[in-house]
C-alpha cells in the first residue's frame, strides 16, 4: 500500500463478479479518494470503463487468490454468492490478503436452506413454518397434509431457480422430483426444504456488518417477475426502487431488534461471526415481518439503487468491517432522495436470448450523481458495446420521490436501442 505524508494508505482494489451489483459497486468504489486502481474480474463492458478488467471467472479460487498476491491487491471485494459460498474469503485471508465478505463458515447462511432454516428455528428469528427432507417418500407423504399453496425450496445455491411455489398437489410433487430424483439442481437438491406460503409486501434490507455493530441501509423492493403485473417466471430481477414506503419506523425497530440483532448475535455464538453485508429478504405478513431468505451479500438490482444514495466512502466502510470497528464510522445516507433502476433485458430472458447485439444510444445518456447507467450483461469491443447476458443494463435515476425518478428513468430508455430490448413498464408502480 502507497502511504501519504498523512500516513494515509491508497488502496488497490480487486472487484470480483461481473454484472450490474459490481459496476455499481466499482463505480461507488471509484469516488473513494484513497483509491490509486481498480481491477475487476471478470467485469464487464461498463465495468471496463472504470476498473482494469482481468479475464478471472468470479469461481476461480486458485487464480483470484493468484493474481491477488502477484498484483500487491490491498483489497479484494467479493461480490458473488458461489465464490463466497466456495470459500474465496478464506483463501485470500490464508495467504495474508484483505478481502471483504463473510468466510465460508458465514457465508452458509445464504448457501444453505436446511441451515438458515434450522438456525432460525433454533433461535426464535421469525419465519415460515418448515420441514426438511432429504428422501421422496417422506417429502410426498408430508406433502398430502399440506395447506396449498405450498413452497417447494432447494437447500443449496440454484442461481434463483431453486424455488417453487406450488398451487397443488402435483405441481409440489414434481418440484420434489426435480430436486430429489432428477437431480436439476446437484447436489444443491440433495436436501430440500418444504415451508408455508406467506403473504405481504416483500421488501429487502440490506445491512453492513462487522460481526457486531449492525447499519441497516434504506430498505429496498425488487422486482423478480419478467412481465408487468409481477406475472411471468422469476428472472434474477428486472429492477428495483428505495425506499419501501411498507419500511416503516415501526417495522424497521421491529425487525432491527427480532431479526437483524439476534441473527448476528446468534452467527456469532454458532462460531460463525457474519462480516460482510447480511442481506435480509423480509415478508411484512399479518403476524408481522418474517425472514423469507438471506443473502451473504449485495443484492441485485437492490445495490443499483442504494449505493447511489450512500454518502460515505464505501472503502472506509469496507475496511472498518474487515478490522472489526464499523461503531467507529458514521454511515451517511441521502435520506430524503428516493432511486429507482430499470433493467434493460434481452428478448427472451430468463429463457432462450441472443448476444451480440450493437447497443446504441448509450452516449445518449447523461450520467451524472442522480442518472445513472450501470451495465451488466455487455462487452466492450473497439469502442462499441454488445448485449452479453440476459440483462443487459439497468438505469438509475436519484430524485426527490420514486415518481419523478420513475418519470426520469423510462424518459431516459428511449434513447437506447439494441435488437429484441425488453424491459418492465411498471418498476415502483407495484401496488401489494
Ligand atoms: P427465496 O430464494 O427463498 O427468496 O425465494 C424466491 C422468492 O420466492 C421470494 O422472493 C418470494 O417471492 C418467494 N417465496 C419464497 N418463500 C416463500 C414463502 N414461504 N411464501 C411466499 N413466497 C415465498
Ligand atoms: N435481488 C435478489 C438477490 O440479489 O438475490
Known sequence: MILDEKGCGYVKVLVVGGGGREHALVWKISQSPRIS????APGNGGIADLAEPVSIQATDIDG???FAQKQSIDLVVVAPDDPLS???VDALNERG???FGPNKRAAIIEGSKVFSKNFMKKYNIPTAQFEVFD?????IAYLKTCKYPVVVKADGLALGKGVTIAETFEKARDAVDDCIVNKTFGTAGEKIVIEEFMVGPEVSVLCFTDGSTIVPMPSAQDHKKIY????GPNTGGMGAFS???YYTHDVANFCMNNIFIPTVEAMKKEDRTFKGVLYFGLMLTDEGPKVLEYNARFGDPETQVILP??????IEIFEAIIDERLNEVEVAWKNDKAALCVILASGGYPRDYTKGYEIQGIDKIEEGTDLLLFHAGTKKENGKYYTNGGRVLGVTAVRDDLETAYEDVYSHIDKIYFKDMFYRKDIGKRVK
Do not use: Q
Not at 135 to 139: L, M
Not at 228 to 231: F, I, K, N, S
Open 37 to 40: 486502481k481498480i481491477y475487476s
Open 64 to 66: 483470484m487468490v493468484d
Open 86 to 88: 466456495m470459500g474465496m
Open 97 to 99: 490478503i484483505r478481502a
Open 135 to 139: 428422501n421422496r417418500e417422506d417429502a
Open 228 to 231: 408487468d403485473g409481477d406475472e
Open 243 to 245: 425506499p419501501s414506503a
Open 309 to 314: 444514495l450512500l454518502d460515505t466512502d464505501i
